[in-house]
């Protein structure tokens, strides 16, 4: 294959892409009114429970209560970035939540809901060594996003051994 056709290739796909985004974005956003879609929740448990493992509680009824919390927090976190940045996450949570952005872009077959654990960590993890930095940056968006969300909460700071910030006032010479 020659450069050009390589390039030319690239630049249709790129195109593709993005109007298969914005066209899922007006049909099927993955946030309405601040509050996430169905499709887009069952995205973020499946790479909440594939990101954060052995973290989340095992007792269904308690991991289930953690993930309707980190979702909260989710929306909290995203409601506070930059208008812009609000929208590039909201398109790429769009993307991956349907089903043909899940297959082309995660590498996943199964729908976010049934897929098993380990299937979705392996699709992270394909995504991660992607050659295509695009599937990379989705990659660390979800993970970052997922991480940030869920250690906010102080609740789960234990899991790690962080024992929180320090007190100042009490660490300060008299």
């Given at each position: 294959m020659q450069r050009r056709t390589l390039l030319t290739l690239g630049v249709v796909g790129a195109a593709a892409l993005a109007f298969a985004g914005g066209t899922l974005a007006l049909v099927q956003p993955a946030r309405r009114n601040a509050a996430f879609t169905e499709p887009a929740q069952?995205?973020?448990?499946?790479?909440?429970?594939?990101?954060?493992?052995?973290?989340?509680?095992?007792?269904?009824?308690?991991?289930?209560?953690?993930?309707?919390?980190?979702?909260a927090r989710l929306q909290?976190?995203?409601?506070g970035m930059p208008t812009a940045m609000q929208a590039e996450v909201d398109e790429l949570l769009t993307i991956v939540s349907s089903a043909p952005g899940r297959r082309a872009l995660v590498g996943l077959a199964?729908?976010?809901?049934?897929?098993?654990?380990?299937?979705?960590?392996?699709?992270?993890?394909?995504?991660?060594?992607?050659?295509?930095?695009?599937?990379?940056?989705a990659f660390h968006a979800l993970r970052d996003l997922t991480n940030a969300a869920y250690f906010a909460d102080r609740s789960t700071w234990s899991a790690i051994g962080y024992p929180g910030p320090l007190d100042l006032n009490a660490a300060a010479p008299t």
């Open positions: 069952d995205l973020l448990r499946a790479v909440a429970r594939a990101v954060l493992g052995d973290l989340l509680p095992v007792e269904p009824t308690a991991q289930a209560t953690a993930l309707t919390a980190h979702l909290a976190t995203i409601a199964q729908a976010w809901a049934t897929a098993p654990t380990a299937d979705v960590s392996a699709a992270l993890q394909g995504m991660r060594l992607s050659s295509l930095a695009l599937r990379q940056q």
